[in-house]
């Protein structure tokens, strides 16, 4: 949507403010606090059917792994709920009741505490706009995008594919279960690999549009080239026995977006003993490097990849992308 | 709407922390600073022909007036913009970015520098819902509304009733104009008076959804009750001259809403003194006391006045109440 790239750019030059950082991050950072807001909407960012605690919970985890990114520590929330009139299938409320116990849940997990917002009634019809403001103390070393080195190492932390995975799974058949549904609707932000990894990254961002689109945006923010292997992608074993481990599947996971998983540039060599200090069961994978040059190189297999006509997502779609059969 | 009222209900159970004073206030203490996120809709807070750069200067105010109502100083905001599909008659875009232009304008003019946020795309249809989280530097005494003493003087900074009147002319003449129009699209923050009265302040909170509504609420979490002379409401030139000074024109500024004043219950004896720090032209008024007991009562000229119906709007309206004739 070009009016949209223009409303950006325009909001871009509005936060000249240095805790804005020109809107190149995810979040702001401001006397030692990181802040950042994502909103959702119902039939743009989740399923219309999808259970209403599974939106609780992606709500409080997609800006939760914005905290994550920068090594921050949450500190609170502030939420905007919208009322609907009743879903149909459910009683007045029921909705927002249960959407309410997976945001409960997720700021519990993760020691966020809910610290204040606004609830407002929307007139009938009308989808849902859901949005938080996640409060984090910032970290000594605060990783922004735009620190990546030529030589530097690309590591993510989690793996990829698997909420898109089973967000193709659902749109086939609503009644469809199992793991990659379950991450689909129960993302895990990264916080505790990010607060280890954070003291030693160049650059650091969430991978939440498609690693393809993500590590371009760090590499152009860093004026360096981005070279990623997909051998190298790290993928689930519920994600290779449903979409196999050939090119177009490494393709799907490297696009799809909707991944909560940490991308960083670090110093070679770094990552061998960072990794010690990550949680037990942590997926660290080195996916690629960063060079001089500018702009996205894919290898697989020894061999030159052309790039994707779509490399990510600007916005976390509710259906997979035409290409998901 | 009694499903809403459960949810806040149920939200202030969620919200234990400290920082969020049981959702009782409209902002959150959080490490020396104040937090608070206001959303609004087309339709519900908005009318959808209203000017869009009103909307976005209206979006940023009504969150400034929450920090002026703890006397605290702006140091940034997080904006949720909604991209719809054009608006009828626009361009792609331009209600959007004349939206900009409005809230970017109110941020310059009190200082709160935009320092990030989200932008996303709605489906062809939803309403706007715009929300904005401003983040205020906590002054030394961060009024709440739970301090007011029996004794206590209730004071008032602005007018009111202007805001709603300006939306009645507007609901029977779409090309409405005048100072009361005036007022409902461009209403002024108190900041400078809020950040005059806090330090000496037992309770404060910005008038919002009617006189007669918050001082209630303020005497409700101060355990007092409110006493409200409607002789000493504070009425514009613009407002009489338009809706007279009767009992019914008082009634109607008491309860319309949208009036972007501050409350504050005083010391007897201090807004004398108080009232040379305010800043030149700065409307104050006693209108009222706190006394033992508990809810609201009115007089005028001496008599007792019987509650109206309603005291308040819960959100402001986008529509009149249906006695503005």
New interface residues.
């Given amino acids: 949507?070009?009016?949209?790239i223009?409303?950006?750019a325009?909001?871009a030059a509005?936060?000249?403010?240095p805790?804005?950082h020109g809107?190149t991050d995810d979040?702001?950072h401001?006397?030692g606090?990181i802040?950042?807001?994502?909103?959702?909407?119902e039939?743009?960012?989740y399923r219309t059917d999808d259970p209403p605690e599974s939106v609780g919970w992606k709500l409080a985890a997609v800006n939760l792994s914005d905290l994550a990114a920068k090594g921050a520590q949450p500190?609170?929330a502030?939420?905007?709920?919208?009322?609907a009139p009743p879903t149909e299938g459910m009683a007045?409320?029921e909705w927002?009741?249960r959407f309410?116990t997976g945001l409960?849940a997720a700021?519990e997990t993760y020691g966020m505490?809910?610290?204040?917002?606004?609830?407002?009634?929307?007139?009938a019809g009308?989808?849902r706009?859901l949005?938080l403001?996640a409060?984090g103390e910032a970290a000594e070393n605060v990783p922004t995008r735009d620190g990546g080195l030529p030589g530097d190492e690309l590591w993510v932390v989690g793996t990829l594919g698997d909420s898109m995975a089973g967000l193709a799974q659902l749109a086939k058949d609503a009644q469809a279960a199992g793991a990659l549904v379950d991450i689909y609707r129960r993302p895990v932000p990264q916080l505790a690999a990010g607060k280890a990894i954070a003291p030693h990254a160049h650059a650091m961002m969430d991978v939440s549009d498609g690693l393809l689109l993500d590590a371009t945006r760090l590499a152009m923010a860093s004026l360096c080239r981005a070279n990623i292997d997909l051998a190298c992608l790290p993928l689930s074993a519920a994600f290779t026995k449903v979409r196999g481990k050939g090119r177009k599947a490494r393709l799907f996971a490297a696009t799809g977006g909707d991944d909560y998983a940490l991308l960083a540039a670090l110093p070679p060599g770094k990552a061998r003993k960072l990794s010690k200090s990550l949680p037990p069961g942590t997926i660290f994978s080195r996916v690629g490097t960063l060079a001089d040059g500018e702009g996205l190189a894919l290898v697989h297999d020894g061999h030159h990849v052309p790039l994707p006509e779509h490399l990510g997502h600007e916005?976390r779609p509710a259906s997979p992308a035409p290409d998901s059969a």
């Fill in positions: 949507m070009n009016s949209e223009k409303m950006i325009r909001l509005m936060a000249r403010h805790a804005a809107l979040t702001a401001l006397d606090k802040l950042t807001h994502d909103t959702i909407a039939g743009v960012h500190v609170g502030l939420l905007s709920l919208t009322m007045d409320g927002e009741d309410l409960d700021c505490p809910l610290i204040g917002g606004d609830t407002i009634a929307l007139p009308a989808p706009v949005g403001t409060i916005h």
